[in-house]
């Protein structure tokens, strides 16, 4: 067993939506030879994946089930695509719209992070939030990147659901799982 598990939190779509953004990973696959957003499931990361020593993991439970986000459930609105045009490794989403329940429940549990666990900075990036939904990066080249934006800067998409939980996840050594649930 390691001696660090890895975790994050993220809300994660019902399975209509999942499945619509699944298939969007499934045609960076088939099309631009990029399938490593498949590897996870749909989702918005509201905390970032951090490391806690393997002994820590039952008072991460009890900290994550006693997390009082200032947030009521709320709806999340999907609108199109975007993406982080890094030089070396390119990312394209479908773009959340950023709302204020979506900010405040970010805000909220990277707060209570934050007080109870001050060792594990949080950089600059996950604090300027900057919601999305990955359906390509790491194996996107930035060639597939240019030919994947000539089509899906124009392409339209819409879809909503409604943030109601949230989870944490924990990294198996080959994929994420879901290992709790918050209700909002």
Same mark, same amino acid.
């Given at each position: 067993?390691?001696?660090?598990?890895?975790?994050?939190?993220?809300?994660?779509?019902?399975?209509?939506?999942?499945?619509?953004?699944?298939?969007?990973?499934?045609?960076?696959?088939?099309?631009?030879?990029?399938?490593?957003? !498949?590897? =996870?499931?749909? %989702?918005?990361? +509201?905390?970032?994946? #951090?490391? !806690?020593? =393997?002994?820590? %993991?039952?008072? +991460?439970?009890?900290? #994550?089930?006693?997390?009082?986000?200032?947030?009521?459930?709320?709806?999340?609105?999907?609108?199109?695509?975007?993406?982080?045009?890094?030089?070396?490794n390119p990312v394209i989403y479908v773009k959340p719209i950023m709302t204020p329940g979506l900010e405040r429940l970010q805000k909220s549990i990277l707060n209570a992070f934050e007080h109870s666990y001050p060792d594990i900075s949080?950089?600059?990036?996950?604090?300027?939030?900057?919601?999305?939904?990955?359906?390509?990066?790491?194996?996107?080249?930035?060639?597939?990147?240019?030919?994947?934006?000539?089509?899906?800067?124009?392409?339209?998409?819409?879809?909503?659901?409604?943030?109601?939980?949230?989870?944490?996840?924990?990294?198996?050594?080959?994929?994420?799982?879901?290992?709790?649930?918050?209700?909002?």
């Amino acid at each position: 067993m390691p001696d660090q598990n890895l975790y994050f939190i993220a809300l994660i779509p019902h399975e209509t939506v999942a499945g619509e953004v699944t298939d969007f990973k499934n045609d960076f696959a088939a099309n631009y030879n990029s399938s490593r957003a !498949l590897r =996870t499931m749909p %989702h918005i990361t +509201l905390k970032a994946p #951090f490391k !806690l020593e =393997t002994r820590e %993991h039952n008072n +991460l439970l009890k900290w #994550f089930d006693g997390i009082r986000p200032m947030a009521e459930s709320f709806i999340v609105e999907l609108e199109d695509f975007g993406s982080f045009p890094n030089k070396d490794n390119p990312v394209i989403y479908v773009k959340p719209i950023m709302t204020p329940g979506l900010e405040r429940l970010q805000k909220s549990i990277l707060n209570a992070f934050e007080h109870s666990y001050p060792d594990i900075s949080i950089p600059y990036t996950e604090r300027n939030f900057h919601p999305h939904m990955t359906i390509a990066f790491r194996d996107l080249t930035p060639e597939q990147y240019a030919r994947a934006m000539d089509v899906y800067q124009h392409k339209k998409y819409s879809a909503t659901f409604r943030a109601d939980k949230f989870y944490l996840l924990q990294h198996n050594g080959e994929q994420w799982n879901v290992i709790a649930e918050h209700t909002l």
